[in-house]
Protein backbone atom coordinates (compact mmCIF):
# COMPACT_ATOMS: atom_id res chain seq x y z
CA UNK A 1 0.00 0.00 0.00
CA UNK A 2 2.66 2.43 0.70
CA UNK A 3 4.40 1.49 -2.30
CA UNK A 4 1.48 2.71 -4.57
CA UNK A 5 0.94 5.77 -2.12
CA UNK A 6 4.77 6.56 -3.03
CA UNK A 7 4.04 5.46 -7.00
CA UNK A 8 1.10 7.61 -6.98
CA UNK A 9 2.98 11.07 -5.19
CA UNK A 10 5.27 10.41 -7.93
CA UNK A 11 3.64 10.28 -11.05
CA UNK A 12 2.03 13.56 -9.84
CA UNK A 13 4.94 15.40 -9.04
CA UNK A 14 6.21 14.21 -12.28
CA UNK A 15 3.40 15.25 -14.31
CA UNK A 16 3.44 18.43 -12.57
CA UNK A 17 7.40 18.59 -13.37
CA UNK A 18 6.72 18.27 -16.90
CA UNK A 19 4.02 20.10 -17.51
CA UNK A 20 6.04 22.95 -16.25
CA UNK A 21 9.57 22.45 -16.85
CA UNK A 22 9.76 19.96 -20.16
CA UNK A 23 10.83 17.27 -18.24
CA UNK A 24 11.20 14.52 -15.35
CA UNK A 25 13.52 11.71 -14.37
CA UNK A 26 13.05 8.80 -12.48
CA UNK A 27 15.82 7.64 -10.14
CA UNK A 28 16.11 4.32 -10.95
CA UNK A 29 16.64 4.38 -14.40
CA UNK A 30 19.39 7.30 -16.10
CA UNK A 31 18.51 10.82 -16.22
CA UNK A 32 17.81 12.40 -19.40
CA UNK A 33 20.71 13.65 -20.02
CA UNK A 34 19.45 15.12 -23.63
CA UNK A 35 17.54 17.53 -21.30
CA UNK A 36 19.82 18.10 -18.72
CA UNK A 37 22.06 19.30 -21.62
CA UNK A 38 19.62 21.79 -22.60
CA UNK A 39 18.54 22.96 -19.44
CA UNK A 40 22.78 23.11 -18.33
CA UNK A 41 23.02 25.80 -21.35
CA UNK A 42 19.89 27.58 -20.95
CA UNK A 43 21.58 28.62 -17.39
CA UNK A 44 23.56 31.38 -19.24
CA UNK A 45 20.93 32.74 -20.51
CA UNK A 46 19.96 33.72 -16.89
CA UNK A 47 23.57 34.70 -16.31
CA UNK A 48 23.41 37.42 -18.91
CA UNK A 49 24.79 41.06 -18.88
CA UNK A 50 24.58 44.05 -20.62
CA UNK A 51 21.30 44.06 -23.92
CA UNK A 52 19.51 41.13 -23.90
CA UNK A 53 18.80 39.84 -27.47
CA UNK A 54 15.52 39.59 -28.73
CA UNK A 55 15.66 35.56 -28.79
CA UNK A 56 16.14 35.58 -25.49
CA UNK A 57 14.64 32.72 -23.53
CA UNK A 58 14.80 33.37 -19.87
CA UNK A 59 12.45 36.39 -19.94
CA UNK A 60 12.33 36.96 -16.40
CA UNK A 61 15.63 38.53 -17.04
CA UNK A 62 16.08 42.23 -18.29
CA UNK A 63 18.58 44.41 -20.11
CA UNK A 64 21.06 45.94 -17.05
CA UNK A 65 24.27 47.20 -16.37
CA UNK A 66 24.34 48.86 -19.44
CA UNK A 67 27.14 51.68 -18.07
CA UNK A 68 29.46 49.30 -17.38
CA UNK A 69 33.17 50.24 -18.35
CA UNK A 70 31.61 54.30 -18.38
CA UNK A 71 33.99 55.42 -15.16
CA UNK A 72 37.27 54.35 -17.37
CA UNK A 73 35.59 55.85 -20.59
CA UNK A 74 35.24 53.14 -22.44
CA UNK A 75 32.46 49.99 -23.06
CA UNK A 76 32.93 47.45 -20.78
CA UNK A 77 29.18 45.90 -21.04
CA UNK A 78 27.95 42.10 -21.44
CA UNK A 79 29.70 39.32 -19.99
CA UNK A 80 28.09 36.97 -17.12
CA UNK A 81 27.02 37.59 -13.78
CA UNK A 82 28.95 34.85 -12.00
CA UNK A 83 27.12 33.46 -9.81
CA UNK A 84 24.38 34.50 -7.51
CA UNK A 85 25.53 38.21 -7.68
CA UNK A 86 25.96 40.92 -9.47
CA UNK A 87 29.54 40.79 -10.01
CA UNK A 88 31.39 40.13 -13.48
CA UNK A 89 35.06 38.55 -12.52
CA UNK A 90 36.65 37.81 -15.81
CA UNK A 91 39.06 35.41 -14.32
CA UNK A 92 36.11 32.31 -13.29
CA UNK A 93 34.48 33.76 -16.26
CA UNK A 94 37.01 33.17 -18.80
CA UNK A 95 37.94 29.51 -17.18
CA UNK A 96 33.88 29.37 -17.78
CA UNK A 97 34.62 30.07 -21.22
CA UNK A 98 37.65 28.17 -21.70
CA UNK A 99 36.18 24.63 -20.60
CA UNK A 100 32.63 25.70 -22.92
CA UNK A 101 35.03 25.44 -25.70
CA UNK A 102 36.69 22.57 -25.08
CA UNK A 103 33.43 20.80 -24.62
CA UNK A 104 32.45 21.67 -27.74
CA UNK A 105 35.50 20.96 -29.24
CA UNK A 106 35.18 17.68 -27.97
CA UNK A 107 31.64 16.73 -27.60
CA UNK A 108 30.13 19.19 -30.26
CA UNK A 109 29.71 16.29 -32.69
CA UNK A 110 27.24 14.84 -30.45
CA UNK A 111 25.36 17.83 -28.88
CA UNK A 112 22.81 17.64 -32.25
CA UNK A 113 20.91 21.15 -32.74
CA UNK A 114 22.40 22.41 -28.84
CA UNK A 115 26.00 22.99 -30.62
CA UNK A 116 24.10 26.14 -31.56
CA UNK A 117 23.39 27.42 -27.55
CA UNK A 118 26.82 26.25 -26.77
CA UNK A 119 28.13 28.82 -29.54
CA UNK A 120 25.97 31.46 -28.20
CA UNK A 121 26.85 31.17 -24.28
CA UNK A 122 30.44 31.06 -25.47
CA UNK A 123 30.23 34.41 -27.93
CA UNK A 124 28.13 36.12 -25.01
CA UNK A 125 31.27 35.82 -23.17
CA UNK A 126 34.09 36.35 -25.86
CA UNK A 127 32.31 39.60 -27.02
CA UNK A 128 33.01 41.02 -23.45
CA UNK A 129 36.82 39.52 -23.20
CA UNK A 130 37.45 40.77 -26.53
CA UNK A 131 36.47 44.03 -25.45
CA UNK A 132 37.97 44.00 -21.93
CA UNK A 133 41.30 42.82 -24.23
CA UNK A 134 41.26 45.54 -26.82
CA UNK A 135 39.29 48.41 -25.25
CA UNK A 136 42.88 50.31 -24.60
CA UNK A 137 46.60 49.65 -24.90
CA UNK A 138 48.54 48.24 -22.81
CA UNK A 139 45.44 47.66 -20.40
CA UNK A 140 43.40 43.95 -19.95
CA UNK A 141 40.38 44.88 -18.33
CA UNK A 142 39.54 41.90 -15.56
CA UNK A 143 36.54 43.00 -13.66
CA UNK A 144 33.41 45.20 -13.59
CA UNK A 145 31.50 45.93 -9.79
CA UNK A 146 32.94 46.41 -6.23
CA UNK A 147 32.07 43.05 -4.85
CA UNK A 148 32.45 44.15 -1.20
CA UNK A 149 29.77 46.49 -1.94
CA UNK A 150 27.44 44.46 -4.22
CA UNK A 151 27.68 41.79 -1.71
CA UNK A 152 26.19 43.74 1.16
CA UNK A 153 23.47 44.18 -1.37
CA UNK A 154 20.18 42.23 -2.46
CA UNK A 155 19.18 43.94 -5.43
CA UNK A 156 18.21 42.77 -9.26
CA UNK A 157 20.90 43.29 -11.63
CA UNK A 158 18.88 45.48 -13.79
CA UNK A 159 18.50 48.09 -10.88
CA UNK A 160 21.89 48.04 -9.63
CA UNK A 161 22.50 51.06 -7.89
CA UNK A 162 26.12 49.95 -6.59
CA UNK A 163 29.56 51.14 -7.87
CA UNK A 164 30.50 49.60 -11.20
CA UNK A 165 34.18 50.25 -10.28
CA UNK A 166 36.40 48.72 -13.57
CA UNK A 167 39.66 46.84 -12.68
CA UNK A 168 42.46 46.07 -14.80
CA UNK A 169 46.31 44.52 -15.04
CA UNK A 170 48.83 46.79 -17.05
CA UNK A 171 52.52 46.27 -16.94
CA UNK A 172 52.62 48.27 -14.11
CA UNK A 173 50.34 45.97 -12.29
CA UNK A 174 50.52 42.32 -13.74
CA UNK A 175 48.30 39.54 -13.93
CA UNK A 176 49.56 37.09 -15.51
CA UNK A 177 46.70 34.18 -14.35
CA UNK A 178 43.87 36.53 -15.71
CA UNK A 179 45.84 36.85 -18.86
CA UNK A 180 46.69 33.43 -18.90
CA UNK A 181 43.35 31.94 -18.56
CA UNK A 182 41.41 34.88 -21.40
CA UNK A 183 44.61 33.88 -23.59
CA UNK A 184 43.54 30.29 -22.96
CA UNK A 185 39.50 31.31 -23.40
CA UNK A 186 40.05 33.13 -26.58
CA UNK A 187 42.26 31.08 -28.12
CA UNK A 188 39.92 27.74 -27.84
CA UNK A 189 36.98 29.54 -28.56
CA UNK A 190 38.66 30.93 -32.06
CA UNK A 191 38.62 26.92 -32.85
CA UNK A 192 35.27 26.72 -32.22
CA UNK A 193 33.92 29.20 -34.56
CA UNK A 194 37.04 28.43 -37.12
CA UNK A 195 34.72 27.08 -39.43
CA UNK A 196 31.35 28.71 -38.74
CA UNK A 197 32.56 32.56 -38.90
CA UNK A 198 36.34 32.15 -39.54
CA UNK A 199 36.37 36.75 -39.45
CA UNK A 200 35.71 36.26 -35.77
CA UNK A 201 38.01 33.39 -34.88
CA UNK A 202 41.03 35.17 -36.42
CA UNK A 203 40.02 38.17 -34.18
CA UNK A 204 39.85 35.86 -31.34
CA UNK A 205 43.05 34.09 -32.11
CA UNK A 206 45.09 37.35 -32.79
CA UNK A 207 43.61 38.82 -29.42
CA UNK A 208 44.74 36.04 -27.45
CA UNK A 209 48.36 36.07 -29.04
CA UNK A 210 48.83 39.42 -27.85
CA UNK A 211 47.10 38.70 -24.46
CA UNK A 212 49.32 35.47 -24.06
CA UNK A 213 52.36 37.76 -24.44
CA UNK A 214 51.16 40.30 -22.05
CA UNK A 215 51.00 37.14 -19.43
CA UNK A 216 54.52 36.04 -20.52
CA UNK A 217 56.54 39.27 -20.45
CA UNK A 218 54.93 40.99 -17.35
CA UNK A 219 54.60 38.28 -14.73
CA UNK A 220 52.59 38.53 -11.29
CA UNK A 221 49.88 37.16 -9.75
CA UNK A 222 46.72 39.99 -10.40
CA UNK A 223 45.46 39.42 -6.75
CA UNK A 224 49.01 41.31 -5.50
CA UNK A 225 47.95 43.95 -8.30
CA UNK A 226 43.94 44.29 -7.02
CA UNK A 227 43.79 42.94 -3.41
CA UNK A 228 40.57 42.93 -1.93
CA UNK A 229 38.89 43.82 -5.35
CA UNK A 230 39.39 40.33 -6.31
CA UNK A 231 40.16 38.49 -2.78
CA UNK A 232 38.81 36.35 -0.90
CA UNK A 233 36.70 36.04 -3.47
CA UNK A 234 39.01 34.86 -6.60
CA UNK A 235 41.97 34.81 -5.41
CA UNK A 236 44.81 33.27 -7.97
CA UNK A 237 45.83 30.87 -4.61
CA UNK A 238 47.70 28.16 -7.12
CA UNK A 239 50.23 31.52 -8.74
CA UNK A 240 50.15 32.24 -12.18
CA UNK A 241 52.30 29.42 -13.75
CA UNK A 242 49.11 26.96 -13.78
CA UNK A 243 47.80 29.86 -15.87
CA UNK A 244 50.67 30.32 -18.21
CA UNK A 245 51.05 26.48 -19.11
CA UNK A 246 47.59 26.42 -19.95
CA UNK A 247 47.12 29.49 -22.33
CA UNK A 248 50.40 28.15 -23.91
CA UNK A 249 49.03 24.93 -24.14
CA UNK A 250 45.77 26.05 -26.24
CA UNK A 251 47.77 28.58 -27.90
CA UNK A 252 49.73 25.33 -28.96
CA UNK A 253 46.60 24.00 -30.29
CA UNK A 254 45.23 26.70 -32.17
CA UNK A 255 48.24 27.68 -34.18
CA UNK A 256 50.45 24.83 -33.69
CA UNK A 257 53.22 27.92 -33.49
CA UNK A 258 56.54 25.80 -31.89
CA UNK A 259 56.97 28.77 -29.88
CA UNK A 260 54.45 27.70 -27.71
CA UNK A 261 55.63 24.04 -27.36
CA UNK A 262 59.16 25.55 -26.42
CA UNK A 263 57.76 28.30 -23.69
CA UNK A 264 55.77 25.00 -22.28
CA UNK A 265 59.11 23.12 -21.94
CA UNK A 266 60.51 25.90 -19.68
CA UNK A 267 57.85 25.21 -17.33
CA UNK A 268 58.04 21.78 -16.89
CA UNK A 269 55.41 19.33 -16.18
CA UNK A 270 56.41 18.50 -12.41
CA UNK A 271 53.09 20.45 -10.78
CA UNK A 272 51.50 17.34 -8.84
CA UNK A 273 47.86 18.17 -8.63
CA UNK A 274 44.26 16.57 -7.24
CA UNK A 275 42.10 19.16 -8.12
CA UNK A 276 40.97 21.32 -11.33
CA UNK A 277 38.71 24.58 -10.80
CA UNK A 278 38.91 27.90 -12.04
CA UNK A 279 41.81 28.67 -9.83
CA UNK A 280 44.43 25.50 -10.27
CA UNK A 281 44.68 24.56 -14.27
CA UNK A 282 48.01 21.82 -14.01
CA UNK A 283 45.57 18.63 -14.38
CA UNK A 284 44.16 20.37 -17.55
CA UNK A 285 46.45 21.32 -19.26
CA UNK A 286 48.21 17.74 -18.91
CA UNK A 287 45.04 15.86 -20.22
CA UNK A 288 44.66 18.75 -23.11
CA UNK A 289 48.23 18.06 -23.72
CA UNK A 290 48.35 14.40 -23.64
CA UNK A 291 45.74 14.27 -25.95
CA UNK A 292 49.11 15.09 -28.60
CA UNK A 293 50.78 11.94 -26.69
CA UNK A 294 47.76 9.58 -27.33
CA UNK A 295 45.86 11.06 -30.43
CA UNK A 296 48.78 11.81 -32.36
CA UNK A 297 51.20 9.46 -30.92
CA UNK A 298 53.89 12.58 -30.38
CA UNK A 299 56.62 11.38 -27.87
CA UNK A 300 57.35 14.84 -26.80
CA UNK A 301 54.22 15.28 -24.61
CA UNK A 302 54.27 11.53 -22.71
CA UNK A 303 55.50 13.95 -19.95
CA UNK A 304 51.90 15.27 -19.78
CA UNK A 305 50.32 12.02 -20.26
CA UNK A 306 52.36 11.05 -17.22
CA UNK A 307 50.98 13.45 -15.02
CA UNK A 308 47.41 13.33 -16.11
CA UNK A 309 47.22 9.38 -15.20
CA UNK A 310 48.93 10.63 -12.03
CA UNK A 311 46.00 13.31 -11.31
CA UNK A 312 43.67 10.27 -12.75
CA UNK A 313 45.29 7.75 -9.88
CA UNK A 314 44.33 10.68 -7.09
CA UNK A 315 41.02 10.91 -7.80
CA UNK A 316 40.03 7.52 -8.42
CA UNK A 317 38.22 5.77 -5.21
CA UNK A 318 39.89 2.02 -5.51
CA UNK A 319 43.48 3.91 -6.20
CA UNK A 320 46.19 2.99 -3.75
CA UNK A 321 47.52 6.83 -4.40
CA UNK A 322 43.80 8.52 -4.13
CA UNK A 323 43.58 11.56 -2.16
CA UNK A 324 39.65 11.75 -2.94
CA UNK A 325 37.37 11.71 -0.37
CA UNK A 326 34.09 10.38 -1.59
CA UNK A 327 30.52 10.73 0.33
CA UNK A 328 28.76 7.90 1.62
CA UNK A 329 26.67 8.25 -1.47
CA UNK A 330 29.07 8.64 -4.09
CA UNK A 331 29.72 12.11 -4.56
CA UNK A 332 33.57 13.21 -5.39
CA UNK A 333 33.85 15.06 -1.60
CA UNK A 334 37.18 17.98 -2.12
CA UNK A 335 36.28 21.40 -0.13
CA UNK A 336 32.77 22.13 1.34
CA UNK A 337 32.12 25.73 -0.20
CA UNK A 338 30.56 24.96 -3.70
CA UNK A 339 32.20 21.29 -3.84
CA UNK A 340 29.98 20.62 -7.16
CA UNK A 341 32.55 22.99 -8.84
CA UNK A 342 35.13 20.41 -8.67
CA UNK A 343 33.02 17.23 -9.27
CA UNK A 344 31.96 18.99 -12.85
CA UNK A 345 35.53 20.10 -13.66
CA UNK A 346 36.87 16.21 -12.64
CA UNK A 347 34.07 14.71 -14.36
CA UNK A 348 35.04 16.46 -17.76
CA UNK A 349 38.62 15.76 -17.58
CA UNK A 350 37.78 11.75 -16.42
CA UNK A 351 35.15 11.47 -19.59
CA UNK A 352 37.41 13.46 -21.58
CA UNK A 353 41.21 11.29 -20.55
CA UNK A 354 38.51 8.61 -21.01
CA UNK A 355 37.76 9.55 -24.84
CA UNK A 356 41.49 9.46 -25.51
CA UNK A 357 42.55 6.31 -24.13
CA UNK A 358 39.84 4.30 -25.98
CA UNK A 359 40.48 5.94 -29.26
CA UNK A 360 43.66 4.22 -28.97
CA UNK A 361 42.58 1.39 -26.75
CA UNK A 362 45.22 2.13 -24.34
CA UNK A 363 44.83 1.88 -20.47
CA UNK A 364 47.45 2.65 -17.53
CA UNK A 365 48.29 1.64 -14.02
CA UNK A 366 47.81 3.29 -10.45
CA UNK A 367 50.16 0.89 -8.81
CA UNK A 368 48.49 -2.60 -8.72
CA UNK A 369 45.10 -1.36 -10.28
CA UNK A 370 44.62 -1.28 -13.91
CA UNK A 371 42.50 1.56 -15.03
CA UNK A 372 40.98 1.59 -18.42
CA UNK A 373 38.34 4.30 -19.94
CA UNK A 374 35.78 2.31 -18.76
CA UNK A 375 37.02 2.94 -15.50
CA UNK A 376 36.69 7.08 -16.09
CA UNK A 377 34.05 7.10 -17.94
CA UNK A 378 32.43 5.42 -15.63
CA UNK A 379 33.31 7.58 -12.59
CA UNK A 380 31.98 10.29 -14.50
CA UNK A 381 28.67 8.91 -15.21
CA UNK A 382 28.06 8.62 -11.66
CA UNK A 383 29.08 11.71 -10.56
CA UNK A 384 26.65 13.13 -13.38
CA UNK A 385 24.10 10.84 -12.33
CA UNK A 386 23.95 12.12 -8.40
CA UNK A 387 23.88 15.70 -9.42
CA UNK A 388 20.57 14.59 -11.77
CA UNK A 389 19.39 13.05 -8.83
CA UNK A 390 20.22 9.67 -8.11
CA UNK A 391 21.64 10.35 -4.63
CA UNK A 392 20.73 9.28 -0.95
CA UNK A 393 18.34 12.41 -1.13
CA UNK A 394 16.64 11.85 -4.33
CA UNK A 395 17.42 15.36 -5.39
CA UNK A 396 18.85 16.92 -8.46
CA UNK A 397 21.09 19.57 -8.04
CA UNK A 398 20.09 21.06 -11.09
CA UNK A 399 16.83 23.53 -10.58
CA UNK A 400 14.52 22.42 -13.28
CA UNK A 401 15.39 19.11 -13.58
CA UNK A 402 13.29 16.28 -12.25
CA UNK A 403 10.88 16.35 -9.26
CA UNK A 404 12.85 17.67 -6.69
CA UNK A 405 15.38 20.17 -6.74
CA UNK A 406 16.77 22.95 -5.26
CA UNK A 407 13.67 26.47 -5.26
CA UNK A 408 15.69 28.78 -2.86
CA UNK A 409 18.86 29.24 -4.21
CA UNK A 410 21.39 32.00 -3.50
CA UNK A 411 20.71 34.18 -6.59
CA UNK A 412 19.58 37.69 -6.60
CA UNK A 413 17.67 37.77 -9.86
CA UNK A 414 15.93 34.77 -9.17
CA UNK A 415 14.54 35.65 -5.60
CA UNK A 416 13.68 39.00 -6.56
CA UNK A 417 10.18 39.57 -8.29
CA UNK A 418 10.83 40.05 -12.15
CA UNK A 419 10.60 43.86 -13.89
CA UNK A 420 7.79 42.31 -15.35
CA UNK A 421 6.01 41.39 -12.31
CA UNK A 422 7.44 44.58 -10.07
CA UNK A 423 8.15 47.22 -12.44
CA UNK A 424 9.38 49.49 -9.59
CA UNK A 425 13.24 49.85 -8.00
CA UNK A 426 14.04 47.48 -5.77
CA UNK A 427 16.98 49.00 -3.71
CA UNK A 428 19.26 47.30 -1.71
CA UNK A 429 17.80 47.41 1.54
CA UNK A 430 14.56 46.46 0.30
CA UNK A 431 15.46 43.29 -1.35
CA UNK A 432 16.40 41.94 2.17
CA UNK A 433 12.95 40.77 2.96
CA UNK A 434 12.97 38.69 -0.18
CA UNK A 435 16.83 37.06 1.04
CA UNK A 436 15.07 36.40 4.31
CA UNK A 437 12.04 34.67 2.80
CA UNK A 438 11.16 31.04 3.61
CA UNK A 439 9.32 31.02 0.20
CA UNK A 440 10.84 29.47 -2.99
CA UNK A 441 12.09 31.91 -5.51
CA UNK A 442 9.75 33.65 -8.05
CA UNK A 443 11.41 32.73 -10.89
CA UNK A 444 13.67 29.31 -11.47
CA UNK A 445 16.90 29.72 -12.85
CA UNK A 446 16.30 26.92 -14.66
CA UNK A 447 19.47 24.62 -15.79
CA UNK A 448 21.55 26.18 -12.80
CA UNK A 449 23.82 23.92 -10.66
CA UNK A 450 24.11 25.01 -6.95
CA UNK A 451 27.15 24.51 -4.87
CA UNK A 452 25.81 21.27 -3.69
CA UNK A 453 25.68 18.36 -0.44
CA UNK A 454 27.66 18.36 2.17
CA UNK A 455 30.10 15.94 3.85
CA UNK A 456 26.89 13.75 4.31
CA UNK A 457 25.02 13.90 1.47
CA UNK A 458 22.68 16.60 3.27
CA UNK A 459 21.43 19.26 1.44
CA UNK A 460 18.76 22.19 3.49
CA UNK A 461 17.77 24.13 0.68
CA UNK A 462 18.48 27.69 2.64
CA UNK A 463 19.18 30.91 0.34
CA UNK A 464 21.38 32.33 3.00
CA UNK A 465 23.45 28.70 2.82
CA UNK A 466 25.49 30.64 -0.10
CA UNK A 467 28.22 27.07 0.04
CA UNK A 468 25.93 24.93 -1.02
CA UNK A 469 22.67 27.17 -2.47
CA UNK A 470 24.39 28.98 -4.77
CA UNK A 471 24.85 28.32 -8.60
CA UNK A 472 27.67 29.41 -10.55
CA UNK A 473 28.70 29.51 -14.39
CA UNK A 474 31.71 27.23 -14.32
CA UNK A 475 29.97 24.30 -12.10
CA UNK A 476 27.41 24.58 -15.52
CA UNK A 477 30.40 25.26 -18.30
CA UNK A 478 32.38 21.90 -16.72
CA UNK A 479 29.07 19.77 -17.26
CA UNK A 480 28.01 20.70 -20.73
CA UNK A 481 30.99 17.96 -22.15
CA UNK A 482 30.02 14.85 -20.01
CA UNK A 483 25.88 15.70 -20.63
CA UNK A 484 26.67 15.66 -24.05
CA UNK A 485 28.79 12.41 -24.09
CA UNK A 486 26.17 10.66 -22.23
CA UNK A 487 23.22 12.19 -24.05
CA UNK A 488 24.52 10.28 -27.20
Known amino acids: MAKAKTSTLFF ?16 EGNPDYKDAL ?61 ILSWSTLEYGYKMGSDIQEARSAIRWATDY ?49 VAGETAAALA ?17 LQTARKVMAFAIQYRGAYSDSLGSAVCPFYCSYSGYKDELLWGASWLLRATNDAYYYNFLTTLGANDQTDIFSWDNKYAGAYVLLSRLALLDKDKNFDQFKQQAESFMCKILPNSPYSSTQYTQGGLMYKLPSINLQYVTSISFLLTTYGKYLDARK ?29 NPGKMSYMVGFGPNFPKKIHHRASSLPSKAS ?33 QNDGFSDDRSDYAHSEPATYINGAIVGPLAYFAS
Open 12 to 27: FFCSLALLLLGNCVGV
Open 38 to 98: RKSLLFFQGQRSGNLPANQRVSWRSNSALSDGFLDRVDLTGGYYDAGDNVKFNFPMAFTTT
Open 129 to 177: LLKCARAKPGKLYVGVGDPNVDHKCWQRPEDMTTARTVYSVSPSNPGSD
Open 188 to 204: AASLVFQSVDPRYSKLL
Open 362 to 390: QTFNCGSLSVTPTSLIGLAKKQVDYILGQ
Open 422 to 454: HPQSIGCDAGQPYFSSSNPNPNFLVGAIVGGPD
